[in-house]
């Protein structure tokens, strides 16, 4: 059962993902070190800069124990460039990915021109999902799924939210919306 969850809070949208997750009850923590993480449930990496996280990941020596517990079957949520981080590798950059799902991240996939936009989830999403609007900000999209990874939903035919196991990774902010279904997916999370 997740009792606490934690952000992990070392650049970008920390404070809506709080929000969003006090607002479905559970306790809510910031994660900066090894202990922090220690004392979380489950984890979400939120969006921001992923060169800039996955600095301060290394920075805080933080990149083996966060692979450890994710390994270990802790849920975690990575959300745009939190999904980056969970990949197994990025196509066009050079980011210190986490590998902690059988994808590889694009980016900025989007391009420059659409910065940011919102859409519809297609009707082929998961159960429960149904008609989540989705927020994305010079959003990456995750391609070449291993076996072991569930699209749960798409845009415009294009995987927006993919799990394996316990790791979710989405490509969008479902932190920016009112809608609560993506993190209670997490919650759900045996
Ligand atoms: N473009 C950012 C990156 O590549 C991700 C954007 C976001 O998290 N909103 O890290």
């Known amino acids: 059962m997740i009792e606490r969850v934690g952000i992990l809070a ?13 607002g479905l009850g559970v306790a809510v923590s910031e994660v900066l070190s090894e202990r922090d993480l220690d004392a979380v449930d489950a984890l979400v990496m939120p969006g921001g800069e992923s060169t800039t996280i996955a600095k301060g990941i290394d920075r ?14 802790m849920p975690v949520l990575g959300t745009c460039a939190g ?36 859409a519809p989830m297609d009707d082929d999403a998961a159960p429960g ?32 939210l993919m799990r394996q196991g316990n790791v979710m990774a989405a490509t969008f902010h479902p932190e920016l919306t009112s809608d609560s279904r993506v993190h209670e997916l997490l919650l759900a999370t045996q």
């Open 129 to 160: 999902l149904e008609d989540f609007r989705c927020v994305f900000i010079r959003a990456p999209q995750l391609t070449n799924p291993g076996p072991g990874v569930d699209v749960l939903a798409r845009v415009d035919g294009k995987p927006v």
């Open 10 to 22: 070392i650049q970008g949208d920390v404070e809506a993902h709080r929000h969003m997750l006090e």
């Open 83 to 118: 999904a980056i981080l969970l990949a197994r590798e990025v196509e066009n950059h050079p980011v210190a990915v986490l590998g902690a799902m059988d994808v590889t991240a694009v980016r900025n996939a989007y391009g420059t021109q659409v910065d940011s936009f919102a």
């Open 60 to 73: 805080l020596g933080l990149q083996k124990a966060l692979q450890k517990r994710i390994a270990a079957g």
